[in-house]
């Protein structure tokens, strides 16, 4: 017979049955199994959020324990009393329940935080086996002309090979900076995150194309297989899968089977090569961000409409190179004209092809920059992401919008996965700065800054963050001198407007103020306002705040991730803003103090 401390074991066990625990405990749990079952059939159809489900799952856990005690203390021959030792036993085992209850619920609600905490320095450090970049393809024609069919190529593979489920696959964005890199395979396996590199060289002639490709592993450069095609031009899109599908039986990839995701796919439904070719040159001028090429963006995707009228993707491109082409560089009437067009492209893309997940996303980014819509931009941004799980683009437009409904930590880890797809995007990684900041991790916000001027040196706006941050964190001496650095730019203006303010120069101050106020009233009204914040100036901040709400300035989109502006949250002003541009007055991001 064992003893436990002191206790008879059949005797602690046999007060157990007369009490009924067990027969209690069994009906309970199997009651609780047949309910949370039901629920979650139910939550399928209708969508309900994991929330209530962890919910129900935290009260049933409660309930057992609760059940347990009753049928302890009332069971049906209750009439004698519990020993000390008992007690003692039965306290510790609802001690040793609640504490893992309390993991139980803990750790789901701080799943985001734990994300959110994690420094910048360990990000895309575990490399899965199951990884590859598409590096892009070598254009051997000779002809400089002919960049955008290898270019093309290249951006099929990767989104082709995107649809293979637990492959990651990095973003074009990330692979396309080691164009012609002389770096080793080990050394380029590190900077993207991944165990394989896909190159090869591509060469159209006449009639005729010649593709060249192979699979190495990035640790040592060893060749896991390679391959060389030439085929009729009219065989490409044909040849483009078996590319595909021979990379992938190399990886040991299976295609994404069920759930929410489509396959998607940049070919035109016709199958007519003269209208990729044409969508294809598109792509090429639209990612150089600048106002000529995003005309000639709009003017290739035209004509690939011309000669595929049922080109849904061409018509998602062409929407989202109107839309970031009026919000970037238009303003006024040609502005306004610009977001017609770009919604009548959206509309038709849509019409035609509901699963196209890049159309989805540029009505989100549409919905939020012209109409201010920003829960209709959510459900599109998270549309896309279901349809397209692998598409860091959908990702990054989710993750700014959800700190623009003020949900920094969910912001932060979507900026997370965003940047796992597309480690060197800066603009992913400059946005990641700014929620890391917004919850006063201030210190990682600042690598993360970095990490965006390092992958986008030339773009003033991105250094302009790394700017604002260092003010934030009083280190005004350095966000001056990392202003001065800006090229001529109004977001050089704005930067040195900022880093002037925490100087002892208040004339200083006053001047940069005045001088951006001189140049940009209307463009930069909300930067403007915040500069006001910081000066701890709410007349005027909510002054320029109603002025930006007038110009429609995008940076509202900031609004409940600002440090600046939250300094006023508790004045009645700043619920009455929230109110008139549809933002809740509610954020989990923290003021400047």
């Known amino acids: 017979m064992r003893v436990v401390w002191g206790l008879r074991v059949d005797g602690f066990f046999g007060r157990l049955k007369e009490r009924k625990l067990v027969q209690w405990g069994l009906a309970y749990v199997a009651a609780a199994f047949a309910l949370l079952q039901g629920v979650d059939i139910v939550a399928q159809r209708f969508g309900w959020p994991e929330s209530i489900e962890r919910g129900l799952i935290i009260m049933l856990a409660v309930g057992f324990f609760v059940t347990i005690v009753l049928a302890w203390f009332h069971g049906e021959r209750g009439a004698q009393r519990a020993t000390g030792t008992e007690l003692l036993i039965l306290a510790l085992l609802l001690g040793i329940g609640g504490g893992l209850l ?64 637990g492959l990651k696959v990095i973003g074009r964005n990330s692979s396309f900076q080691f164009r012609d890199s002389k770096l080793p395979s080990a050394a380029l396996g590190q900077a993207l995150g991944v165990a394989h590199l896909l190159e090869g060289s591509v060469r159209r002639a006449g009639d005729m194309v010649r593709i060249s490709a192979t699979v190495v592993k990035a640790a040592d450069g060893s060749t896991l297989w390679s391959q060389h095609y030439d085929r009729p031009y009219k065989d490409l899109f044909a040849l483009q899968d078996d590319i595909t599908q021979s990379v992938a039986d190399a990886l040991r990839a299976k295609l994404l089977d069920g759930g929410s995701a489509v396959v998607q796919s940049d070919h035109p439904p016709s199958g007519n090569l003269d209208a990729w070719n044409a969508y294809s040159r598109g792509r090429f001028h639209e990612v150089l961000i600048t106002q000529e090429d995003a005309h000639t963006a709009i003017g290739f995707y035209e004509q690939a409409i011309a000669l595929d009228p049922r080109y849904a993707r061409a018509y998602a491109n062409l929407s989202l190179t109107w839309t970031s082409l009026a919000g970037t560089f238009l303003s006024g009437d040609e502005q306004r004209q610009a977001y017609v067009k770009a919604r009548v492209a959206v509309d038709q893309a849509l019409r035609l092809d509901p699963d196209v997940a890049f159309a989805h996303a540029a009505r989100g980014l549409l919905l939020q920059w012209a109409d201010f819509d920003w829960t209709g931009a959510e459900a599109e941004y998270r549309r896309a992401v279901e349809l397209n799980p692998a598409d860091g683009f959908s990702r990054f437009s989710l993750g700014r919008m959800q700190g623009t409904l003020g949900h920094p930590e969910q912001a932060i880890a979507m900026l997370r996965q965003t940047i796992t797809i597309d480690p060197r995007n800066g603009g992913a990684w400059s946005w990641l700065g700014w929620e890391l900041a917004a919850i006063g991790q201030l210190e990682e916000a600042e690598q993360a800054a970095r990490k965006s001027v390092e992958f986008v040196p030339g773009s003033p706006f991105i250094a302009a963050g790394l700017v604002i941050l260092q003010v934030q964190r009083g280190k005004n001496d350095a966000a001056l001198t990392s202003a001065q650095q800006i090229r001529a730019d109004i977001w050089r203006d704005i930067a040195l407007t900022f880093a002037t303010q925490g100087g002892n120069d208040r004339a200083a101050a006053d001047k940069a103020v005045n001088s951006l106020i001189e140049k940009s009233a209307d463009g930069s009204a909300y930067q403007i306002a915040e500069v006001y914040g910081l000066r701890k100036d709410p007349d005027n901040m909510f002054t320029w705040l109603d002025r930006a709400w007038d110009t429609r300035d995008s940076g509202i989109g900031r609004l409940l991730s600002d440090p600046f502006i939250l300094r006023y949250r508790d004045d009645p002003r700043f619920a009455a803003f929230c109110k008139k541009v549809g933002l809740p007055a509610t954020t989990g991001a923290k003021a400047m103090q």
Request: glycine residues 4%; negative net charge; hydrophobic residues 35%.
């Open 102 to 165: 309390w993991h139980m619920s803990k750790a789901p609600q701080n799943a985001t935080a734990t994300e959110s905490s994690r420094p910048v320095s360990t990000l895309s450090t575990a490399i899965p086996d199951k990884s590859i970049a598409v590096l892009p393809l070598i254009d051997e024609s000779g002809d400089k002309d002919q960049q955008y069919f290898s270019d093309g190529l290249s951006e099929d593979l990767i989104t082709a090979l995107s649809q293979f489920a």
